[in-house]
């Protein structure tokens, strides 16, 4: 297939890079050429913000790509963006939205792609998760001519092109690994007894790349997220143990968590979900384990510290 991938260098959009040349793609990235890009793809140089050089370098290529994947799209303006490009040089189309959609209040268990109950916005993570929902919407509602598109929710995503770290206090933390081996106690809100999914992001790679010529996904949403489902704590208590070290947690209470960060309340959730359909379209289902998938992240993370 030839697949263009909207990014290329980041923590997603790198794995849907590797999964497609390992599977001898022909594959484009859209980046601004701040960083290395894997060896075997066409780099294209445009911001995205720039509108004039999107359509110029896109415009140049007088390519039908099989599969375009969008992994940065996040203002609606991005999508309406897409639109304009790739409804008539597409076949497909993946956008990459986040479980951060779902109303954080009013969610089932296992949440299904169904439901009446997203959030309208907000601040921090209520404002990501409203504005990647306003793209869900224009996609889903636009003038997409010829070019079939899916919808992607993953939520929380993991592996060693990140930081580690799943739940505020300690989400995303540069600094865990180093805290752990000090004995720092972990500030982790509730507990850290909220349950989570996470979805090592090798495994998110290769669904994204296996939508490419499946037309049961066509026009179709799904959630992704991995095979295990652990309290967040769990997900700690696993990198402690790869470091052989202990684990200590003091709680935060989510009430006073939320006086201060009610954008945060995304996180101060249950977060798993219905795989069925993903199954039902012979998509590409996660298998990697959390215990697997946290010690190929500890690991690739200590290895670029030396």
Known sequence: MNILVI????HVSGAVVWTALSKKHKVWTV????????????????????????KEIIGQQGVIWDLVVD???????????????????ARQFVFVSTDFVYDPALR????????????????????????????????INGDTGGMAWTILRPCHIYGPTS?????????RDPEL??????GVPLKLVGGGHFLQQPIFVDDLGRTIVSVGGNKKACGKIFNMAGPDIIESRQYYQIIADILE??????????????????????FMCHRIYDLGALRAAGLVVPLT??????????EGLIQLQK
């Open 163 to 171: 930081q580690l770290g799943c739940l505020p206090m300690h989400g």
């Open 7 to 10: 990014g290329g260098s980041g």
């Open 108 to 139: 089932r268990f296992p949440q299904p792609e169904d439901t009446e109950y997203y959030v309208a916005g907000g601040e921090g993570s209520l404002s990501y998760g409203g504005k990647k929902r306003r793209c869900e919407l224009d996609l």
């Open 289 to 298: 384990s959390i215990e697997d998938g946290l010690r190929l992240h500890v």
């Open 31 to 54: 980046t601004r050429g701040q960083r290395p890009l894997q060896q075997g793809v066409i780099s294209l140089i445009a911001d995205r913000h720039d509108v004039k050089a999107m």
């Open 71 to 89: 992994c940065i799209c996040y203002e609606p303006a991005d999508m309406l963006q897409d639109i304009e490009l790739f409804r008539d040089r």
């Open 245 to 266: 070290v202990g684990l200590d947690i003091e709680e935060i209470s989510v009430t006073s968590y939320l006086a201060e960060n009610p954008g945060g309340r995304p």
């Open 177 to 182: 690994i180093k805290k752990l081996r000090e």
